[in-house]
């Protein structure tokens, strides 16, 4: 009987250290092992965000409190699907300065403005045409004033507006594909056009916050104008289904795009902004991605603001080997948030 009883205990023993061992290691490694059970999948991901089989029970997202999110939000939406939405505070617009347009631009303004919004200006600079100012050329034209015209206009402009302003120029620079002629691999050349934007903008828009606004990736430093050019340093965050499975074998969420653009970028000191968002995908697959974005807000002290993409992207954007990405939320948003 005693031998029966000694032997008990020690079988009590080692469920109590496994017990215990297995609590700590979950505790310590609980994100690695999540990771690991679930084939690299977050564990919503891989329950709700795969499959569009799965139960919808099992994959209801409670929706977002979004009037007590502290952050601001903005959107580009070009088909004005959401100009009467009152919680948004920032309207995107992109102009490129060859075909610019003042009397656009000063409407457009005049319209958010009456809706209580500021407005963000991407300025896209490209080359006048490929046999005057080309690529080759574009930063020695900007520096040498070949554009001085243009950018007086466009920043005169701005500094009529009613409301406060954003002003993006050259943006997902260092992003060197054939997409921006200005992403190039021309570090210096962009940091000095830059600067010299920024400089003869605030001559006149000189109450306007200045965006410096890169993709996120790894090299990003390289293109940094330094901070008295800067108030605002933006990055994009896409859910590209298709991309990421065909880089990833799996769909990518917010955090795990976001997490590592926003550690590259906070130690500019500057507020952060997402100058650009969206994910495309199923809907349920949307509805999970937006749900998770706009609950880890919080997690990112130095983000401010948040500008959504509402559209449909331009053919070869991505390239030819992937579909043309629709940005569009439909019914998602009014299904995220309260």
């Not at 009467?84 to 003042?102: G, K």
């Not at 993006?168 to 594909?177: D, I, L, Q, S, Y």
């Not at 550690?263 to 949307?286: C, D, L, Q, T």
Request: negative net charge; charged residues 25%; proline residues 4%.
């Amino acid at each position: 009987m005693k031998n029966i009883i000694i032997t008990w205990w020690k079988h009590l023993f080692i469920l109590v250290a496994f017990v215990v061992a297995t609590f700590y290691v979950v505790s310590m490694r609980r994100n690695d092992i999540l990771f690991a059970w679930t084939w690299g999948f977050s564990p919503g991901n891989f329950i709700c965000g795969i499959s569009d089989y799965t139960f919808p029970v099992i994959c209801r997202q409670d929706k977002v409190d979004f009037d007590n999110l502290n952050v601001n939000f903005g959107i580009y939406d070009p088909e004005g699907s959401y100009d009467n939405e009152s919680r948004l505070a920032i309207q995107h617009q992109y102009i490129s300065w060859v075909n610019y347009s003042s009397e656009k631009l000063l409407a457009d303004e005049e319209l958010y403005s009456s809706k209580n919004r500021w407005v963000m200006v991407t300025v896209e600079p490209w080359p006048y045409n490929k046999n005057d100012f080309g690529k080759e050329t574009l930063f020695n034209d900007i520096k040498s004033g070949k554009y001085d015209e243009v950018i007086d206009s466009v920043c005169n402009d701005i500094s009529r507006f009613k409301n406060p302003s954003f002003i993006r120029w050259g943006h997902e620079m260092e992003n060197v594909t054939d997409r921006y002629p200005w992403a190039q691999n021309d570090y210096s050349g962009f940091i000095e056009s830059y600067r010299y934007f920024v400089t003869r903008c605030k001559n006149t828009a000189s109450k306007a916050y200045y965006v410096w606004s890169p993709v996120g990736m790894n090299g990003l430093e390289k293109y940094w104008p330094g901070s008295d050019y800067v108030d605002y340093v933006g990055v994009s965050v896409y859910g590209f289904y298709e991309q990421d499975e065909y880089y990833y074998g799996r769909p990518r969420g917010f955090n795990e795009i976001f997490n590592e653009r926003y550690e590259r970028i906070k130690k500019f000191g500057r507020p952060v902004m997402i100058a650009e968002m969206a994910v495309n995908g199923s809907e349920r697959h949307r509805i999970y991605w937006y749900s998770e974005a706009f609950n880890s807000f919080s997690n990112y002290p130095e983000l401010k603001t948040v500008i959504l993409f509402n559209s449909k992207d331009v053919p070869g954007a991505w390239g030819a080997e992937f579909p043309v990405p629709d940005w569009t939320f439909g019914d998602v948003f009014n299904k995220v948030v309260d």
